[in-house]
């Protein structure tokens, strides 16, 4: 199965939990705090009174609990991803340290998934910068939280692109998610090492955790990768990567 999850958005999750109240036996007064904090990422929680605040996160936590079942696509089971991403960003709200708990969080509800008694192997599909086994600016990743949980059971694979397109928003986020054209990476990066190595096939997979080569002693230190995430900004591409963190 597919699931898409992230702790960036209140309003899907909030939506999924009302439109679920039935089947989770939630009361009219605590659906209605779920409506209230759909708008604006939850910015009317930090208006609420200390009792409604209480009322949210308390009804927030006994869905989180709620136990697993063995079908990832059971409400139950959604319902309590829901509630634990919530819960996850109205931390952001007191805290405003976005970007430290958005992959705090996001680790927490991998953690959540990949322990469901119907999940034997996951694959996480997220950013470089947040997968990778390294500080993400001055924030710890989302890499660095699944590899100190699970140990080796994680390890992150990264997607570097040499030449072709890519689909991403426009740097100035007006016309939405377009094609753009990727030049062949400068012969200094990592993509444009690996394809020369082998050759320029369409698609090399190369493991980075393995043996003594001279590939290894060039990755040593940092080396620069082209990436970029939502939106494409084409000047500002340039990533010093560890590897293989």
């Known amino acids: 199965h597919v699931l898409g999850v992230d702790a960036q958005s209140i309003a899907a999750p909030s939506h999924f939990l009302q439109a679920s ?25 930090k208006g609420m009174t200390a009792e409604r605040r209480s009322n949210l996160l308390e009804m927030l936590d006994r869905i989180a609990e709620l136990a697993p079942s063995g079908d990832i696509r059971a409400t139950s089971t ?14 952001y709200i007191d805290d405003g340290q976005v970007g430290a708990l958005r992959d705090l969080a996001m680790a927490d509800l991998a953690t959540h998934l990949v322990k469901l008694p119907a999940v034997r192997q996951a694959t996480l599909w997220a950013h470089n910068g947040h997968i990778a086994r390294q500080f993400d600016g001055s924030n710890m990743s989302l890499g660095q939280h699944l590899a100190q949980r699970l140990e080796t059971d994680y390890f992150p694979i990264a997607f570097l692109s040499y030449q072709g397109d890519g689909r991403a928003w426009d740097e100035d986020g007006k016309i939405g998610v377009i094609p753009h054209q990727l030049s062949p990476a400068p012969p200094f990066n990592v993509e444009a090492v690996a394809m020369k190595a082998t050759g320029f096939p369409e698609v090399a997979w190369i493991r980075f955790d393995t043996g003594n080569g001279s590939a290894q002693r060039w990755l040593t230190i940092p080396r620069y990768v082209r990436e970029f995430g939502s939106a494409y900004h084409p000047t500002n591409s340039q990533t010093l990567r560890k590897f293989p963190e």
């Open 21 to 45: 109240a039935s089947s989770l036996g939630l009361a009219q007064p605590e659906t209605q705090l779920l409506h209230e904090i759909e708008a604006d990422d939850g910015a009317a929680f």
């Open 78 to 91: 959604r319902a309590a991803i829901a509630a634990r991403s919530i819960r996850s960003q109205l931390r």
